[in-house]
């Protein structure tokens, strides 16, 4: 005979951050399970262990490791990418830095709500290409670093620790080293009470219990001699999820779309490969021998194991909510066995007992941005698919002492209401992406300690649904939270969702981040105010450096402005509302590099954020609220040309930075390279990657040579020629091939090695001074092996060069970072060089020598 129970909801709203460590995606509503992905669950409840790999950026990790070890042997298991991947390139769009960082971020989090896997981080910052672990760990600050690393496992509590590189350089990254010899110090200092005292407020040490290095020699030698690591076959099939965690690996990998890292998926048998670092690591059959990952490790934790074992014995696939009670009594146990330890598997009876009673709980805002001190009204939609008797009751504040409804809730009736809920904190501090809240300082994210590791984090109101289960004589309870989602219908792709995003009362975007003048006439700056909320009425305030002149198209505004702050008033009257403001700049005689920031002061608060969203389809939209401060460059140049040829790569700002210095840039599409006469362009330039991700550019190869033959300058960013950019015959008019060689400090001598070359002379004298300024770093995939037609006239050199089992304390001079050669009456220009870094940044020597190039032996 059926068991009736009974049901009750009470709807919570609350303004906290969760306290537990756990990477769980705040982005995303949850997804719901399967039958047969409860009775994994049901398994992963049973398993109490994990497991944390270790590496150094967003792609690094082992996919397929990772969901062997989250699905097979269902171990709790986490991905510690020390960086969020900042100072890579981009392969599918203009973003770089930070704004790139959001976005793998986002990858990553895609890629483990797909394999299983929790996601954390450090504070460092990527900084770009590092040959040498001793400069990554001079960069971040060595302790920095290491103290996250070991946060995160005193939180996190691994037994296991794999790193996917070696210590000996050969994973031929400074930051992959870094990575391997941080976390061999991570393992024993964790467990040591006098490394990192301050931490222990907060959590308790904790001693892995072995580590191991995920071999990877095969990558460089297939027929590598594998025999004496530990070997584990992660190829196997899940019945549950219907794929091989080959193909779950593809799936997961290929979110990595930045990267241009879409994998094929794979079946069978595939075997990893360990190497024992620390730990107990004597006489291992395989990395798992010797530990308990059963209920019985934990005191009291035999009745639990058993209770969930008569789970799974019982679970019917077609009524999974049958066993349901019994998940009431095992999270009890664990709340009463006051181990702060196993709090995350309280989490995933919540989720599981959600999932066999079919219940679903959504909260949608009416819009997907609010302000400080604003209101919103909210949709909630519950429905339960169980045959338990079940009513719902409705309230509104902490732990819903004010009802405000109550109904029956029937069998696969949604239930839906609306309220009003209001943003009372005028000080909220994180839209998902926190860490950007305050400056980068020493390559490192300023974060609060206790806030360290999370992926990502929302300081708005979450919702918490309290349920109540009448179930014999006792009243079952548990508490369902969810974020604030706003959700719209998109014609093309059907349902979205994307977070709830509190703005300040206006924002500030500039047209320009960087204003580059040639001369002394002015330009234009416009500034777009957009209003957070209804009725906002302030004063924009410009504090304008020395040198520089400043007036506004229109009134309100004092005119010739030279320095000092000045300020216009503006006003909005709807939530929404645009008010562009044009502001005309010119330099003085006197004018230097300088940078000033706009501010929008509203009723005695001063603002000085603009608002960005990044939109691509596999990741939830991003809201970034950069400084609104543009920085000003007056250059000393001579050019000639005018109109330059812009084919786009994969992503960069160089052409609107090309037309800044007064060029016309003609984008070049695949209709006008095959049609148009190109013999009207001064010059042409790819875009970074042009070769790599556009196909048809070697179709048009002889017409670009026949344009350099007769005078035009063909000016070739970089490109790579590797599995995830492979090129398929020579893009130049004579061969070279391109390697991945490069100078990653930015602050590397140039060495004018052909002093007298027209590149280096004309119309613009380059020198040393040209190269000071620089970010990030020099020079990327340079030439290599070039015919003898071309020639190279800069020469650089690293500090240290990467090698397997050291590092060398001074690499051998590089040619080609640059290289020309004449071919008819043109040139044509391959260069590795970053002016994509370079250019937006406002570096004077780079669009120096851009110029040159542009400008090489035109009369």
């Known amino acids: 005979m059926r068991r009736l129970s009974f049901i009750k909801i009470v709807i919570s709203i609350g303004f906290l951050i969760s306290c537990a460590f756990s990477s769980t995606l705040l982005s995303q509503p949850p997804r719901s399970y399967s039958s047969s992905e409860i009775l994994l669950q049901l398994k992963k409840l049973n398993t109490v262990g994990s497991v944390l790999y270790i590496a150094a950026h967003p792609d690094d990790e082992n996919t397929r490791l990772i969901a062997y070890l989250a699905n097979e042997k269902c171990l709790r298991t986490g991905y510690l990418s020390l960086t969020r991947g900042d100072g890579g390139q981009n392969l599918i769009g203009p973003e770089q830095g930070v704004e790139l960082g959001v976005i793998r971020t986002q990858e990553l989090l895609a890629a483990r709500r797909i394999d299983g896997g929790e996601q954390f981080f450090t504070r460092a910052y990527d900084f770009g290409f590092s040959k040498s672990p001793e400069e990554t760990l001079q960069k971040w600050n060595r302790d920095s670093i290491l103290s996250d690393m070991v946060w995160v496992i005193r939180n996190f509590r691994p037994d296991i620790i794999i790193t996917r590189f070696a210590t000996d350089g050969s994973g031929g990254h400074g930051h992959h080293t870094s990575s391997a010899i941080l976390a061999e110090e991570a393992f024993e200092a964790a467990g040591d009470p006098t490394r990192f005292p301050e931490q222990l407020h907060y959590v308790d040490v904790w001693k892995p219990r072995r580590l191991f290095w995920n071999v990877s020699t095969r ?465 042409i330039i790819t875009g970074v990657r042009a070769y790599n991700t556009n196909e048809k550019l070697l179709s048009v190869k002889q017409k670009l040579m026949d344009y350099v033959a007769a005078g035009g300058n063909l000016i070739v960013q970089y490109n790579t020629n590797s599995w995830a950019g492979p090129l398929s015959s020579d893009i130049g008019p004579y061969k070279f091939k391109i390697t991945r060689n490069r100078i990653t400090d930015e602050e590397a001598k140039v060495n004018f090695i052909l002093p007298n070359h027209p590149v280096l002379n004309t119309p613009n004298k380059i020198t040393e001074k040209d190269f000071e300024g620089w970010i990030q770093e020099r020079s990327i995939y340079h030439a290599g092996e070039w015919d003898s037609n071309y020639v190279a006239p800069i020469s650089m050199t690293d500090p240290y060069e990467m090698t397997v089992g050291g590092v060398s304390p001074r690499g051998k001079p590089e040619k080609g970072a640059l290289i020309i050669a004449k071919h008819g009456k043109g040139n044509f220009v391959y260069t590795g060089l970053v002016f994509f870094r370079q250019l937006p940044a406002g570096v004077p020597g780079a669009y120096r020598l851009m110029i040159n190039l542009i400008e090489l032996e035109k009369p």
């Open 219 to 683: 990558f460089q030698n297939p027929n590598a001699d594998m025999s004496p690591y530990l070997k584990l076959d992660v190829g196997g099939y899940n019945p549950l999820l219907g794929k091989s965690y080959g193909e779950i690996a593809a799936e997961s990998r290929s979110m990595h779309k930045s990267q241009g890292f879409g994998s094929a998926k794979q079946r069978g048998e595939y075997f990893e490969y360990f190497k024992p670092i620390k730990g107990d690591t004597a006489n291992l059959n395989n990395i798992f021998d010797g530990i308990d990952f059963s209920w019985k490790r934990v005191k009291g934790g035999e009745q639990i194991g058993k209770l969930v074992d008569e789970i799974i014995g019982k679970f019917d696939v077609k009524n999974p909510s049958l066993t349901n009670s019994m998940l009431y009594d095992i999270q009890l146990a664990i709340l009463n066995s006051n181990n702060k330890h196993i709090l995350n598997k309280s989490n995933e009876c919540i989720k599981l007992i959600e999932n066999m009673n079919g219940i679903f709980v959504e909260f949608i805002a009416d819009k997907a941005n609010y302000s400080t001190n604003d209101s919103a009204t909210i949709s909630i939609n519950i429905i339960q698919r169980s045959q338990l008797k079940t009513s719902l009751a409705l309230s509104k504040g902490l732990l819903g002492k004010t009802p405000i409804a109550s109904s029956e809730l029937k069998y696969d009736s949604l239930y839906s209401f609306k309220t009003r809920i209001g943003f009372i904190n005028d000080n909220y501090r994180y839209n998902g992406t926190y860490w950007l809240n305050r400056p980068i300082r020493k390559n490192l994210f300023t974060i609060q300690p206790e806030l360290i590791g999370y992926p990502e984090l929302f300081d708005y109101p979450r919702i918490n649904a309290i349920i109540f289960q009448q179930s014999k004589n006792r009243l079952n309870t548990h508490i369902s939270e969810r974020n604030l989602q706003y959700k719209w219908v998109d014609p093309e792709k059907g349902e979205l969702h994307r977070p709830v995003v509190i703005t300040p009362p206006v924002m500030i975007n500039v047209s320009e981040d960087v204003l580059v003048f040639t001369d002394d006439k002015p330009k234009e700056l416009k500034v777009r105010l957009t209003s957070g909320k209804d009725s906002v009425q302030g004063m924009v305030r410009i504090i304008l450096p020395e040198g520089w002149n400043i007036s506004l198209k229109g009134t309100n505004f004092p005119k010739n402005m030279s320095s000092g702050e000045t300020g216009v008033t503006f006003s909005t009257h709807k939530k929404g509302d645009v008010q562009e403001l044009t502001f005309i700049v010119y330099p003085l005689n006197n004018a230097a590099e300088k940078s000033f920031t706009l501010t929008a002061e509203v009723n005695g608060h001063r603002y000085t954020k603009g608002i960005k969203e990044i939109k691509y389809d596999h990741i939830p939209v991003q809201t970034l609220f950069p400084e609104a401060e543009v920085k000003l460059v007056k250059l000393d140049v001579v050019k000639k040309s005018k109109r330059i040829g812009y084919i786009p790569g994969a992503g960069d700002e160089v052409q609107a930075c090309l037309s800044q210095l007064g060029y016309e840039v003609t984008t070049l599409t695949d209709d006008k390279l095959a049609g148009e006469n190109l013999s009207q362009y001064d010059a």
